[in-house]
């Protein structure tokens, strides 16, 4: 089943990291190459059986056949260019990121064979050392083809999420971002304010309820302070309508409005059934 | 071990069951009778054996030990003037609601032997059949005794917490709503607008991320609403705060400031860490 012979993984933290798990215990690669700014990352990845050796300069991208750029997002874009000229003609080079327009632009121009992806997995935790495996068995990957995609890049790609056990959606790089403004960036965005707004003697106070919608306030807040720069628009569009949605719930609040309040509660309560 | 001859659980829903269960399992209770305005609702509680019998009228709170009244806010209210006349003269009466200053200021008037009890537990899911057996286990219980609280009813239902498995914190019914409207309420609030504001078509569209920061979402609209009606005032009070908080994550992002944000969420990692 190798679909591969070489993959270079740069940045193998979580992501990066539960990738090259995944793509040598299900043999789609020959070998896996893991490249990181902290080499103890890689050593870790290396130990943790996710690549197969630890990349020492970025020559080892000159004959590979994928490359994934699993780093944070500024990083991403910074990266392809000095990639660009060293790569084979026919390689494909993904990347992981959780905003997806700008990456998109850059890299097209830059990078024949590329192909924007998102796998909606991952953790608060970083570094491979908290992945669990198979972090994308039964996740959704939304990919992001341009008109300029090659057929077969795009095929081998959706076909590589697949074995690894995602369910490959297609996005533009634009939709992606206004729907992951929605659905990501701004839970985190209030799960961050949320946690701060508490003061620090009643936090003992609490229970499951607060666990869980500030679990993601954990998350890494370099990675989280790009990724909301990078989708600083639609971002800000997101939280304009979540302010209305709140401002609607207080005035029913503030008037005592029962009924009002009960309907509002169980619109959310329809919605979340969604899920 | 045995507590009590006849306790009396009045509303066996989610957390009534569960007390009745732990009362049985643990032979704190002699015998347990449970009452519900939906006799299925009770009825449910005596298969899943969290009662010995589903109580038909209140009469049966007139040889009562113990009463613990587990339904919605509002009408924990009303049924307290409904047993008063009827129980005991040394009957312990205790409710278990999310809001306490309301239930202890008319509670106190009417029953002698009433302690306000919170315990830190449930979930957003309602009813005996989502009880996991012993959910007050290494929970918090907050207690809320005034001036006018008996010692021997405070230690008696002390020891009853702390044998069921939960730490016990005594705060005043002001201080309790106070710290609970940022540590329950707030997330409420901010999960039933957040889940709210997603367009239906991106729901799809999203990780665990989401799905734990709107699980709450899902909690019952009528309770919800009156627990939120409860403590209205500190509930807009701890909004206000929160939305300033938010406002200046929002500033800075407006600004492209990263080091304020990277800043901010830092803070919010660091306040994450200590719960």
């Known amino acids: 089943m190798k679909m591969f012979n070489k993959v270079v993984i740069i940045g193998t933290g979580l992501i990066g990291g539960s990738l090259g798990l995944v793509l040598k215990q299900k043999g789609l690669a020959g070998q896996v190459i893991g490249l990181s700014r902290h080499l103890k990352n890689a050593r870790l990845a290396k130990q943790a059986g996710a690549i197969d050796q630890v990349g020492t300069s970025l020559e080892v991208v000159e004959d590979a056949d994928l490359i994934i750029l699993a780093t944070p997002v500024n990083v991403i874009i910074s990266m392809a260019s000095q990639i660009a000229k060293r790569i084979k003609k026919d390689c494909l080079v993904i990347d992981v990121g959780s905003s997806k327009e700008l990456i998109v632009a850059g890299l097209t121009r830059l990078l024949p064979n590329f192909l924007g992806c998102h796998p909606l997995a991952g953790s608060e935790k970083k570094g491979i050392i908290n992945s669990t495996g198979n972090i994308f068995k039964d996740s959704v990957c939304i990919i992001t083809p341009t008109v300029k995609t090659k057929i077969q890049t795009l095929s081998k790609i959706k076909m590589l999420w697949k074995k690894i056990g995602a369910q490959v959606v297609l996005l533009s790089a634009k939709e992606h971002d206004k729907a992951l403004a929605f659905t990501s960036h701004l839970p985190h965005v209030l799960a961050f304010s949320l ?81």
């Open 195 to 275: 946690i701060s707004s508490i003061p620090e003697g009643y936090l003992s106070l609490s229970s499951s309820g607060l666990k869980d919608t500030t679990r993601i306030a954990g998350s890494d807040a370099q990675l989280w302070s790009e990724i909301f720069l990078s989708n600083r628009v639609n971002l800000l569009a997101t939280l304009r309508i979540f302010q209305k949605q709140l401002a609607i719930l207080k005035f029913a609040l503030k008037n005592k409005n029962k009924p009002q309040l009960i309907r509002l509660l169980l619109l959310a309560n329809a919605q979340r059934n969604k899920l």
